[in-house]
């Protein structure tokens, strides 16, 4: 008898122990880019599909990172470039947007001053650096090249790993003043290709 109660024992606990599996979670672009931290705010999730208007480190719109411009789009050159190696393009769809390309790809992608282009984390001009830290902690911080302190650059800790990555320009008032996502070198620079 003992052998039977032992068998329906161990097939009950078998089945308390099988709870179904929780269905597996997209990831978005909050936990692909940065882990937000604990004193992160209340938000809503990112959108799963980002629109448009939403920068991310795979680009904007059409517009990738590592990839050449596309043909047919609204992206060219606009004004004076640096170099015949490097230019800058831009878009009359995306204002305060700009491009870095070399070696015919698109290095850079920098959100300015007139531009309304934000990342999924809702993070764009005029965020304060609090809400960028609280999305992105750990982020490097090293002093800015025009604007005297507090104005600082906060990148990416992965940024020199080749792969695409953030850095935010924070102006003296402790404000976004430009988001860019790209790859080092063209990430660091601080006067387009430069």
Known sequence: MKLPVAILAAAACAACSQEPASPAQEPTAASTSATPTASAPASPTPPASPSPDTLALEGLGALRIGEPVPAGSTWAERGAQASDTCRTVSSPDYP??????????????????????????????????????????????????????PARYLTAPNAASGDPALRFEIGADGKVTQVHVGTMPALGYVEGCS
């Open 96 to 149: 305060g947007v700009y491009a870095i390309v070399e070696g015919g790809r698109v290095r850079r992608i920098s959100a300015g001053q007139r531009s309304t282009v934000e990342l999924a984390e809702g993070i764009g001009v005029g965020a304060s650096e609090a809400d960028v830290r609280a999305w992105f902690g750990g982020f490097r911080e090293e002093p800015h090249e025009y604007v005297a302190a």
